[in-house]
Nanobody
């Protein structure tokens, strides 16, 4: 059974940093793209970042470029999201995602597996 377990969320002041982790089990996730989404209250779940199988290819939504960094350790089946210079508008529940398709799309409809989410709160 596939399981994604996120950790690292919490409360941070604006301008601070957090590092999210997502540990995957049940499959060989080095074969798949992984990513992060977030969902704020009353809003739709939105794409944040994605990383290809090898880790060489990364994508970010415009609002986090230059502040967030996605990375992965295939030996540990883990994907990370380093979040720096956090803003109040970054506050949301962050979800880890795995996409098994050949072409990396990383949309809410192309994701095959979701984590349970971890809360990120940013105080102003």
């Amino acid at each position: 059974q596939v399981q994604l377990v996120e950790s690292g969320g919490g409360l941070v002041q604006a301008g601070g940093s957090l590092r999210l982790s997502c540990a995957a089990s049940g499959r060989t996730f080095s074969n798949y793209a992984m990513g992060w989404f977030r969902q704020a209250p009353g809003k739709e779940r939105e794409f944040v970042a994605a990383i290809g199988r090898s880790g060489r290819t990364t994508y970010y939504t415009d609002s986090v470029k230059g502040r967030f960094t996605i990375s992965r350790d295939n030996a540990k089946n883990t994907v990370y999201l380093q979040m720096d210079s956090l803003k109040p508008e970054d506050a949301a529940v962050y979800y880890c995602a795995v996409e098994t398709g050949i072409v990396l799309k990383m949309t809410t409809t192309s994701v095959d597996y979701w984590g349970q989410g971890t809360q990120v709160t940013v105080s102003s």
